[in-house]
């Protein structure tokens, strides 16, 4: 439970009765809070399997008056990897060249192991679609909506009857762990049921479960009730993470985490708060989307989410961030001395760049087509052109011969970027311009080419009046709206002109 004097948390009592005393308090409940476990007709009150639910703390929270609804998601059954026959399934493995996390990171620190694929099959759905009705899901057990991008394997035999089959992802949960994870079959079917399609599976003929999938609800407080810090606005010193704000996924997760945590900690030590726009990373999206809109399904971070997703982007995310970490004393002197050495090199790369200036004519006699226009170009320009590389150039300039391979793919890449990042300020400019601008009535949704149909059906149901009413429709993108832009005045001028 919290401790609360005064409309303030400060701090939090223990199962063993011990007392914790603190300035700020993070509460990342995950599904434990008033966590109920289905499987099949069987349900009982737990965080997960084989751990108990906090239970408490949800009848604290609602004799709080924080604003409380319920939420599910589900996992597949576990497998254990030596009663599988490998040799019959897919090898999917890991990327040769992987991406990492951290620009600090060089190498993997772990060996890569693959997963594999296995699929569904007929007399798999068959299995499934006869025992429906023994599902949690399916039954009516269970009130809170599930996320939608993950479905269980019996959403999607009941939504999609028309597909034979369905992709499985067969993950390691660890190097040294027995246990496999079937991407791709959450369920929340009795045991036996899982047992018997499980090993309708090609390969997974043996496969031995080592724990049942289930599905599980949970409490959620409404995250309009926070602020931009991830702060409760009425119990001070209470801050929030994870799927208690509505969420679902990892990446979420660790992304609430490290702010509801800088901030918690920066309330403490009585510093400024870390707060993140829209403009400046991931985070600043999906925080803003939560504390203003607030969810009615489990919220996942997806790039069309982001008004400024060109400038989002992996390669530069150590420039839009590292300046915020070390202003917020998250960023030691190591990374922060890495960081500026490297911003170093990039400015001297934009500075050869730019100082490199070639006719057509000049450009032609290296091997570089140009639009003979007469035109001088500097490097940048010249790198957005489709068949002009970073190589190409650096012969020509010798001062890029200094720079690392990182540096030299950085500048490519913000060369290609530039003339798009121009065109998208001025979508965004618009946008905010024209986001209050009225809906001709009757504008034909589904003539708009674009719209997803998802889309269309919603704003063919709710037919807002305003750009600004649409906006707020479960779903809607920046880039559609942009759309409903450019429908709503195509038919202005139509109806204008007669």
């Known amino acids: 439970a919290l401790a609360i004097e005064n409309g303030r948390v400060t701090g939090a009592s223990l199962a063993d009765g011990t007392s914790l005393s603190a300035r700020a308090v993070v509460l990342t409940t995950g599904t434990f809070l008033g966590g109920v476990v289905h499987i099949g007709e069987r349900h009982w009150p737990a965080g997960r399997m084989g751990e108990a639910a906090s239970t408490r703390l949800s009848h604290q929270l609602r004799e709080a008056s ?43 620190a772990a060996r890569q192991v693959p997963c594999h694929i296995a699929h ?10 006869g025992n429906l009705h023994r599902s949690a899901m399916h039954a009516g057990a269970i009130s809170g909506p599930g996320p939608r991008y993950c479905p269980s394997i019996e959403d999607k035999i009941s939504r999609f009857a028309e597909k034979p089959s369905h992709q499985i992802f067969l993950e390691p949960e660890g190097l040294e762990s027995p246990l496999i994870y079937p991407n791709g079959i959450s369920t929340s079917l009795p045991a036996e049921v899982q047992e018997r399609f499980v090993r309708g599976i090609e390969g997974l003929e043996r496969a031995v479960i080592q724990q049942p999938g289930y599905a599980i609800e949970y409490d959620y407080v409404d995250p309009r009730s926070l602020d931009r810090r991830l702060a ?44 993140i726009d829209r403009a400046t990373g991931y985070i600043g999206v999906m925080v803003d989307d939560l504390v203003t809109f607030g ?31 070390m202003a917020h004393g998250l960023v030691g002197e190591a990374q922060a001395a890495a960081f500026h050495e490297k911003m170093s090199a990039l400015q001297a790369g934009r500075e050869a760049l730019e100082t490199l200036s070639l006719s057509p004519s000049e450009a032609a006699s290296h091997g570089i087509a ?49 003339v798009y990042l ?25 003539s708009i080419p674009g719209l997803s149909a998802e889309l269309q059906a919603k704003l063919m149901a709710e037919r807002p009046e305003t750009v600004a009413q649409a906006r707020r429709i479960e779903g809607m993108t920046p880039a559609a709206l942009l759309l409903l832009l450019a429908a709503g005045e195509a038919a202005r001028r139509k109806r204008a002109a007669g």
């Open 295 to 325: 969810v009615t399904e489990p919220y996942r971070m997806f790039t069309s989410r982001a008004e400024y997703r060109l400038q989002l982007r992996i390669d530069n995310a150590d420039q839009r961030l590292t300046p915020v970490g």
């Open 370 to 418: 140009m639009r003979a226009d007469g035109v001088r170009r500097d490097g940048m320009a010249m790198l957005a052109l489709p068949a002009v590389d970073i190589a190409t150039l650096t012969g020509l300039c010798p001062n890029l011969q200094r720079l690392s391979p990182q540096v030299l793919s950085l500048l490519e890449i913000e060369a290609q970027y530039r």
């Open 66 to 108: 924080l604003p409380l609804g319920r939420l599910k998601t589900g996992t597949p059954p576990r497998l254990m990897a030596d009663s599988i026959d490998w040799a019959r399934l897919e090898p999917q493995p890991g990327d040769e060249d992987p991406a990492f996390l951290s620009f600090a990171t060089a190498a993997p």
């Open 120 to 129: 569904t099959n007929d007399a798999v759905h068959e299995e499934i679609a």
């Open 232 to 275: 409760h606005r009425t119990l001070a010193g209470l801050f929030l993470a994870g799927q208690i704000n509505g969420t679902t996924g990892y990446e979420e997760a660790a992304a609430q985490g490290l702010l509801a945590g800088t901030n918690a900690a920066a309330l403490a030590l009585e510093r400024p708060p870390l707060e």
């Open 422 to 446: 121009a065109r998208q300020s001025d979508d965004i400019a618009r946008l905010k311009e024209e986001e209050a601008r009225r809906l001709p009535d009757g504008l034909d949704y589904k």
